[in-house]
């Protein structure tokens, strides 16, 4: 727009990550919990897994990590999150039209969740959160 001479405003909004959080009532870092966040893009332009993702960093078990364009992927994700050491029994939570109506939080497990959405056709767009804070109910 710049380069064309087109004026326009940037409006702040909030993330997916965050909006998804507050509509779950839980929190993005905690200490001794999750220390930190990360956000992480699920799939590359041609719709794949990035296989150059930092997999030590996302199998961290004292991060929150929310995956952003991922439910095609998760399957795969989750399979070199196990590999890495992370445990199948890790929270997560799939978190769909956020804000809309039709939303949905579904809390499970990365295995459970993975093993869910081999089997579901992605219609709806979706963060993914998981980590320890993933099943905080506070």
């Known amino acids: 727009l710049r380069a064309a001479g087109v004026g326009y405003e940037i409006v702040p909004g909030v993330s997916a990550a965050n909006a998804a959080s507050a509509a779950a009532g839980l929190p993005l870092t905690r200490r001794h919990t999750a220390r930190r966040v990360q956000f992480v893009t699920g799939a590359d332009v041609k719709g794949e897994l990035p296989d150059d993702l930092n997999w030590a960093a996302l199998a961290d078990p004292l991060a929150l990590t929310a995956i952003y364009m991922g439910k095609r992927t998760f ?64």
Do not use: C, N
């Open 75 to 138: 399957p795969a994700l989750a399979a070199k999150l196990l590999a890495q050491g992370m445990p199948p029994e890790t929270p997560a939570m799939l978190a769909e039209s956020i804000g809309h109506p039709e939303q949905r939080l579904l809390r499970t497990t990365i295995k459970q969740l993975a093993e869910q959405l081999t089997q579901e056709t992605v219609t709806s767009t979706a963060v993914i959160l998981y980590g320890a804070l993933a099943a905080d109910q506070s």
